[in-house]
């Protein structure tokens, strides 16, 4: 067990518990200790899915040998239960159990671990009362020892193997101590009369005395040769923690999508091929930071091949934020504004700019100026203005004495007033600390993905949509010598699993490929495939050359096990214009020289070419921009790109002439235009080849494919020049290479930084806000504030009496029906914060939906529940209950005052039953066919024009 207080404590209770352990054990740490610490006594390891689970259960219950029941699920055999319970009853002076039909015998010497391998598993409470719960998760300062152990064992091994011996010996002398005592304390017990008289007694006295002082004097030697070892080794400490943050960064990734799930064993070889292949260095700093940087290096690239685009900057960002934390840098309560800002219900203070500040943007302001280094931002200065209107805000100086900001609180600024420029300056941020590698994840690489596989660990292809990676596997198989009939493959599905377990029964033993496609359409067969991947895929029988591929959308029924032992990739189109080019350059077929150079008119072929994957890059850059870059999102992916490609190449082969109707057509109505169903999007696709299938591309040296030239069409040359070309374009493009104005960024921006604060977050320990209050007396005093606002429900009889249903007066049941639906939603706010207080107090059980509740208010979020019965609203929790409180007191006035002259638009729940209400009154009053009614807008030139809204 490692050796930090946690681990101990749970390795005491195990040992003395009355009820058998149940270990959450995702890494495996409680499985490997049991295996060592039972190997003595004739362990048996069963899973619940093997066929003789209980036969072999009962042997050990009748002669008292342990039992390791491993990967449990959520949900436990209810044959299990006498066991769990230990019901045992006598008859005939034995102890017998029952077991399913049979009884047998009880032996008291039997000794039953569970494990499961889930992260974070519910258990009901029938089953938590049954068995002994415990975290097996490991800590941060048992993973700091474990790599301690290995860095010291592989750079300096005559000290780690001595320090092994000392912990061994000086668990035997303790033991003999403990023995002699023992033997002591029976010699004085058993003793009759005058001990000085009983000579056995005396004897065994003095030799115990002498065995005392030479095991004493052992044990003060060994002492010391430790604290000696220890000082040697802590000069390896950075390296352990630096290590250790690193693996818990990856180890929260599952809470993002199910599919990132990594294994302690994954990351400690990485660990130990990053001690042999960092750079030497006899100083022992510059070794430390020589280890440190290629560690870091080596689980960036292995973790980005398996998240999908929009989590590779998460992950970026989530492991330079924890590594500075490490070194003391980040200040927690910024960090948390950062992510959240800041949760409050009110704001006591006047927005001074309110003709351009919008209140949101003035309350977190607000909440910003009580973090430390922003003390003061609340006098808010005009010359803040310049920084909201630029189109470039992380570069514009901050005013006055602001500009002196750095880091995060710099961030903590922008995130107030421009939160739609927060990913490029998170990008920066990255860059100032890590460098430039860790914004630039690496290209999807299949060959590499095979080099660090082995026959028996799975490669799995995590999809999305528009992703396929079967063209590329199969040309990748061809390559290796595994075409055709040496690489099997099937879809699966309903009736599909014994014929895929023949296939690797078989593929095992000849040394082929087999590739399962869409697993998540087999979740019924996925435990069947973790029993063939752990028992049947084993290094004895598996051929050298077997590899098993799968292919599978995230699914949470996905085997956490292959998940975690096999190699994981992902095949999107990489995110940002350069880096799609860049893909498609250093891809297959381009990056093959005898396609790039296989064309006769190379000055044609070469320029096409281009323009041809910039236009591919475009199409599919352009669905981040919603409806104004496609009304529908069409999922335009590799193999149109592939196809048109081959023809081009085909075409411009064959005919003399250059046949540029000919490719429009094919490229443009059919492989892309072939996927569109909407007019106008056919349209925009036609014209925007017209741009890239033209003359001047080829003729001119300098074609521009922006407004501002930045783009352009490199001149013919080798096949490196256009990788050069295209590595010095910008990161991230401007709206004007897609023809669009600067604005239509702030939408995609705006959302681009909620994904990545909103993942981030899921990523967080639960935390409030500082004050130093706890997260429960926080909610607690939330829920009290936002319950003591909340009024009454309405009392809808009363209200019908008031305003009945008539046929002159359609807005009455405009009125009704809003009443109703709000009663509705102020039901479920009341109950569920009446509900929580009482589960922070322990009065009711906190479920899984008041835990969302909690969570959400915790990071100033509409909890979920309240969402559900609530109008579309995307406001933070303050502005939300606000927003409330301000339509309840619309509909309140309303009741009281009578039918309002002027109407608040978006204070309806459901706008468009008082848009038809209007029209009705209308079409009624001046016998109108409604039908033929529409309404008019004027728009008056200043809002104070309305006296009171």
Same mark, same amino acid.
């Given at each position: 067990?490692?050796?930090?207080?946690?681990?101990?404590?749970?390795?005491?209770?195990?040992?003395?518990?009355?009820?058998?352990?149940?270990?959450?054990?995702?890494?495996?740490?409680?499985?490997?200790?049991?295996?060592?610490?039972?190997?003595?006594?004739?362990?048996?390891?069963?899973?619940?899915?093997?066929?003789?689970?209980?036969?072999?259960?009962?042997?050990?219950?009748?002669?008292?040998?342990?039992?390791?029941?491993?990967? !449990?699920?959520?949900?436990?055999?209810?044959?299990?239960?006498?066991?769990?319970?230990?019901?045992?009853?006598?008859?005939?002076?034995?102890?017998?159990?029952? /077991?399913?039909?049979?009884?047998?015998?009880?032996?008291?010497?039997?000794?039953?671990?569970?494990?499961?391998?889930?992260?974070?598993?519910?258990?009901?409470?029938?089953?938590?009362?049954?068995?002994?719960?415990?975290?097996?998760?490991?800590?941060?300062?048992?993973?700091?020892?474990?790599?301690?152990?290995?860095?010291?064992?592989?750079?300096?091994?005559?000290?780690? &193997?001595?320090?092994?011996?000392?912990? /061994?010996?000086?668990?035997?002398?303790?033991?003999?101590?403990?023995?002699?005592?023992?033997?002591?304390?029976?010699?004085?017990?058993?003793?009759?009369?005058?001990?000085?008289?009983?000579?056995?007694?005396?004897?065994?006295?003095?030799?115990?005395?002498?065995?005392?002082?030479?095991?004493?004097?052992?044990?003060?030697?060994?002492?010391?040769?430790?604290?000696?070892?220890?000082?040697?080794?802590?000069?390896?400490?950075?390296?352990?923690?630096?290590?250790?943050?690193?693996?818990?960064?990856?180890?929260?990734?599952?809470?993002?999508?199910?599919?990132?799930?990594?294994?302690?064993?994954?990351?400690?070889?990485?660990?130990?091929?990053?001690?042999?292949?960092?750079?030497?260095?006899?100083?022992? !700093?510059?070794?430390?930071?020589?280890?440190?940087?290629?560690?870091?290096?080596?689980?960036?690239?292995?973790?980005?091949?398996?998240?999908?685009?929009?989590?590779?900057?998460?992950?970026?960002?989530?492991?330079?934020?924890?590594?500075?934390?490490?070194?003391?840098?980040?200040?927690?309560?910024?960090?948390?504004?950062?992510?959240?800002?800041?949760?409050?219900?009110?704001?006591?203070?006047?927005?001074?700019?309110?003709?351009? %500040?919008?209140?949101?943007?003035?309350?977190?302001?607000?909440?910003?100026?009580?973090?430390?280094?922003?003390?003061?931002?609340?006098?808010?200065?005009?010359?803040?203005?310049? !920084?909201?209107?630029?189109?470039?805000?992380?570069? &514009?100086?901050?005013?006055?004495?602001?500009?002196?900001?750095?880091?995060?609180?710099?961030?903590?600024?922008?995130?107030?007033?421009?939160?739609?420029?927060?990913?490029?300056?998170?990008?920066?941020?990255?860059?100032?600390?890590?460098?430039?590698?860790?914004?630039?994840?690496? &290209?999807?690489?299949?060959?590499?993905?095979?080099?660090?596989?082995?026959?028996?660990?799975?490669?799995?292809? !995590?999809?999305?949509?528009?992703?396929?990676?079967?063209?590329?596997?199969?040309?990748?198989?061809?390559?290796?010598?595994?075409?055709?009939?040496?690489?099997?493959?099937?879809?699966?599905?309903?009736?599909?699993?014994?014929?895929?377990?023949?296939?690797?029964?078989?593929?095992?033993?000849?040394?082929?490929?087999?590739?399962?496609?869409?697993?998540?359409?087999?979740?019924?067969?996925?435990?069947?495939?973790?029993?063939?991947?752990?028992?049947?895929?084993?290094?004895?029988?598996?051929?050298?050359?077997?590899?098993?591929?799968?292919?599978?959308?995230?699914?949470?029924?996905?085997?956490?096990?292959?998940?975690?032992?096999?190699?994981?990739?992902?095949?999107?189109?990489?995110?940002?214009?350069?880096?799609?080019?860049?893909?498609?350059?250093?891809?297959?077929?381009?990056?093959?020289?005898?396609?790039?150079?296989?064309?006769?008119?190379? /000055?044609?072929?070469?320029?096409?070419?281009?323009?041809?994957?910039?236009?591919?890059?475009?199409?599919?850059?352009?669905?981040?921009?919603?409806?104004?870059?496609?009304?529908?999102?069409?999922?335009?992916?590799?193999?149109?790109?592939?196809?048109?490609?081959?023809?081009?190449?085909?075409?411009?082969?064959?005919?003399?002439?250059?046949? %540029?109707?000919?490719?429009?057509?094919?490229?443009?109505?059919?492989?892309?235009?072939?996927?569109?169903?909407?007019?106008?999007?056919?349209?925009?696709?036609?014209?925007?080849?017209?741009?890239?299938?033209?003359?001047?591309?080829?003729?001119?040296?300098?074609?521009?494919?922006?407004?501002?030239?930045?783009?352009?069409?490199?001149?013919?040359?080798?096949?490196?020049?256009?990788?050069?070309?295209?590595?010095?374009?910008? /990161?991230?493009?401007?709206?004007?290479?897609?023809?669009?104005?600067?604005?239509?960024?702030?939408?995609?921006?705006?959302?681009? &930084?909620?994904?990545?604060?909103?993942?981030?977050?899921?990523?967080?320990?639960?935390?409030?806000?500082?004050?130093?209050?706890?997260?429960?007396?926080?909610?607690?005093?939330?829920?009290?504030?936002?319950?003591?606002?909340?009024?009454?429900?309405?009392?809808?009889?009363?209200?019908?009496?008031?305003?009945?249903?008539?046929?002159?007066?359609?807005?009455?049941?405009?009125?009704?029906?809003?009443?109703?639906?709000?009663?509705?939603?102020?039901?479920?706010?009341?109950?569920?914060?009446?509900?929580?207080?009482?589960?922070?107090?322990?009065?009711?059980?906190?479920?899984?939906?008041?835990?969302?509740?909690?969570?959400?208010?915790?990071?100033?979020?509409?909890?979920?529940?309240?969402?559900?019965?609530?109008?579309?609203?995307?406001?933070?929790?303050?502005?939300?209950?606000?927003?409330?409180?301000?339509?309840?007191?619309?509909?309140?006035?309303?009741?009281?005052?009578?039918?309002?002259?002027?109407?608040?638009?978006?204070?309806?729940?459901?706008?468009?039953?008082?848009?038809?209400?209007?029209?009705?009154?209308?079409?009624?009053?001046?016998?109108?066919?409604?039908?033929?009614?529409?309404?008019?807008?004027?728009?008056?030139?200043?809002?104070?024009?309305?006296?009171?809204?």
């Amino acid at each position: 067990l490692p050796v930090d207080s946690f681990s101990i404590d749970n390795g005491i209770v195990v040992s003395n518990s009355r009820r058998f352990p149940l270990m959450i054990d995702p890494q495996g740490q409680a499985n490997k200790w049991v295996k060592n610490m039972e190997k003595k006594n004739k362990l048996s390891v069963v899973k619940l899915s093997d066929p003789n689970y209980v036969r072999t259960l009962e042997n050990s219950v009748q002669f008292g040998t342990p039992v390791l029941l491993e990967n !449990v699920d959520e949900e436990l055999d209810p044959l299990l239960e006498p066991l769990l319970l230990k019901q045992t009853f006598k008859q005939g002076g034995v102890e017998y159990i029952r /077991l399913g039909e049979n009884v047998i015998e009880f032996s008291r010497d039997f000794r039953f671990y569970i494990t499961s391998r889930l992260r974070n598993p519910h258990y009901l409470p029938e089953v938590s009362v049954k068995v002994c719960l415990l975290n097996f998760m490991i800590t941060p300062l048992g993973l700091e020892d474990q790599l301690l152990g290995i860095v010291v064992a592989k750079e300096r091994p005559e000290l780690e &193997t001595q320090k092994n011996q000392l912990i /061994l010996e000086s668990a035997e002398n303790k033991k003999q101590l403990k023995e002699i005592e023992d033997q002591i304390l029976e010699v004085l017990s058993s003793s009759e009369g005058n001990i000085l008289e009983d000579e056995k007694a005396i004897n065994v006295l003095s030799s115990s005395k002498v065995l005392s002082e030479e095991i004493q004097a052992k044990q003060e030697i060994a002492t010391k040769t430790e604290v000696q070892i220890d000082e040697t080794r802590n000069g390896y400490t950075p390296v352990a923690v630096h290590g250790s943050v690193l693996f818990f960064c990856i180890s929260d990734l599952a809470n993002i999508e199910p599919m990132y799930q990594y294994s302690l064993s994954w990351f400690i070889n990485l660990f130990l091929q990053s001690i042999a292949n960092s750079t030497k260095s006899s100083d022992l !700093v510059e070794r430390i930071e020589h280890l440190n940087d290629h560690f870091t290096h080596s689980i960036y690239n292995n973790v980005c091949r398996s998240l999908f685009e929009k989590d590779k900057l998460i992950f970026s960002t989530i492991l330079c934020v924890q590594l500075l934390k490490s070194k003391g840098n980040v200040n927690e309560e910024t960090w948390r504004f950062l992510l959240t800002g800041g949760v409050a219900l009110e704001n006591p203070h006047k927005n001074p700019c309110a003709d351009w %500040l919008p209140e949101k943007a003035w309350g977190e302001v607000v909440r910003a100026s009580a973090l430390p280094g922003l003390d003061g931002f609340l006098k808010f200065e005009r010359g803040w203005k310049d !920084v909201y209107d630029s189109a470039n805000p992380a570069e &514009t100086p901050y005013p006055g004495k602001w500009n002196a900001l750095a880091g995060l609180s710099r961030l903590v600024v922008l995130r107030c007033l421009r939160p739609d420029k927060l990913v490029g300056a998170m990008q920066n941020f990255i860059v100032e600390n890590m460098g430039r590698t860790y914004i630039e994840p690496p &290209t999807f690489d299949l060959a590499g993905s095979f080099a660090d596989s082995y026959n028996c660990s799975p490669l799995i292809f !995590v999809l999305s949509p528009g992703a396929d990676p079967m063209a590329g596997l199969l040309k990748f198989a061809e390559d290796k010598g595994f075409g055709g009939d040496r690489c099997k493959r099937i879809s699966l599905g309903q009736g599909q699993g014994p014929i895929a377990s023949r296939m690797i029964d078989d593929a095992i033993v000849r040394g082929t490929w087999v590739v399962l496609q869409n697993c998540h359409l087999a979740t019924s067969w996925m435990p069947r495939l973790e029993k063939i991947c752990e028992e049947t895929i084993i290094p004895e029988k598996t051929h050298k050359e077997f590899r098993l591929w799968l292919t599978s959308y995230p699914s949470d029924a996905f085997p956490v096990s292959i998940l975690q032992n096999g190699v994981k990739m992902t095949n999107e189109p990489p995110k940002g214009l350069r880096a799609n080019l860049l893909r498609s350059y250093l891809n297959d077929p381009i990056s093959d020289k005898s396609f790039f150079e296989g064309c006769n008119k190379t /000055l044609e072929w070469e320029k096409l070419l281009f323009g041809l994957c910039f236009f591919h890059a475009l199409v599919q850059e352009r669905r981040k921009f919603g409806p104004l870059g496609w009304n529908i999102p069409y999922e335009f992916n590799e193999s149109d790109l592939r196809i048109s490609m081959r023809q081009l190449q085909m075409f411009l082969n064959e005919y003399e002439e250059l046949p %540029l109707s000919a490719l429009l057509y094919l490229t443009g109505q059919c492989n892309y235009g072939g996927r569109v169903t909407d007019d106008w999007d056919r349209r925009l696709l036609t014209s925007m080849l017209d741009i890239f299938y033209c003359k001047p591309i080829i003729y001119s040296d300098d074609y521009k494919l922006s407004f501002s030239g930045l783009y352009y069409v490199p001149p013919k040359g080798e096949y490196q020049s256009y990788i050069d070309y295209l590595r010095s374009l910008p /990161l991230t493009p401007n709206p004007e290479v897609f023809g669009m104005h600067d604005n239509a960024d702030i939408t995609k921006d705006q959302q681009e &930084t909620a994904q990545l604060l909103d993942s981030i977050l899921l990523t967080q320990p639960r935390q409030s806000g500082g004050g130093g209050k706890s997260p429960e007396d926080t909610i607690a005093d939330l829920a009290t504030d936002i319950l003591s606002k909340l009024p009454a429900d309405f009392n809808i009889e009363q209200v019908v009496r008031k305003y009945p249903v008539i046929y002159e007066e359609s807005m009455n049941t405009v009125l009704r029906q809003e009443l109703i639906r709000f009663n509705r939603l102020t039901a479920v706010v009341r109950s569920s914060l009446v509900n929580i207080k009482k589960a922070i107090k322990g009065l009711v059980v906190m479920s899984s939906q008041l835990e969302d509740v909690f969570n959400s208010m915790l990071v100033g979020k509409v909890p979920e529940m309240w969402a559900a019965k609530s109008y579309p609203s995307l406001k933070p929790l303050g502005s939300y209950v606000t927003d409330l409180l301000a339509r309840l007191k619309f509909l309140n006035d309303w009741i009281r005052d009578g039918m309002p002259n002027v109407f608040w638009v978006s204070g309806f729940y459901f706008t468009q039953s008082f848009l038809t209400g209007a029209s009705q009154n209308f079409a009624r009053k001046y016998t109108i066919p409604i039908d033929k009614l529409g309404f008019e807008f004027e728009v008056l030139d200043e809002e104070n024009d309305l006296p009171h809204r």
